[in-house]
């Protein structure tokens, strides 16, 4: 008879190892759209506080802030053509300068919300504003009067489409 030595032969560590990189795999992917999942819903949440931020400023003041070309820095300070400053929101070095009806601030940006003065989204890119908006054909037929969106995953601007999120699609 032969002495036979326990142990696992190699065939039976390579059948271990290739089941485990398997499921590594399937739970790498399946984090990773998670985590995707949990971007788009953050970044949502904040086109939806930034739309009743600036309801609420148009409320107080009479009009939306101007859309600035490029950039959506007034959507932190917003210059007005009454000459004086209004803030929709609050965070760093910003002071708050209360004129003509303004009774903010109406959103409290936390660290990370904004970078190099604009509103970014969750992947770091700043979102697009537009006032007056317009009628979107991809999205529900009605005319925005502002116009929210962030470039999305894909991190590219798209104009409101593809992969962008915005507040006239939900």
Known sequence: MKNRSSGFTLIEMIVVMTIIMILAGLITGAAMKAKQRALVT??????????????????????YPTSAAGNNTNLVTNLTTLGG??????????????????????????????VSGSVVDAWLRAYHYTR??????????????????SDGPNKADNGGGVDDISNWTR
Do not use: C, R
């Open 85 to 114: 400053t209004y803030y929709i929101g609050t965070y760093g070095p910003y002071t708050v300068v209360a004129t003509s009806g303004w009774s903010g601030p109406y959103m409290n940006f936390k660290t990370g919300d904004l």
């Open 42 to 63: 953050q970044t949502k949440a904040m086109i939806s506080g930034l739309e009743t931020a600036l309801g609420m400023f148009q409320m107080d003041i009479g009009g």
């Open 132 to 149: 007056p908006g317009t009628v979107h054909a991809g999205g529900p037929d009605y005319t925005t009067y502002i116009d929210i969106y």
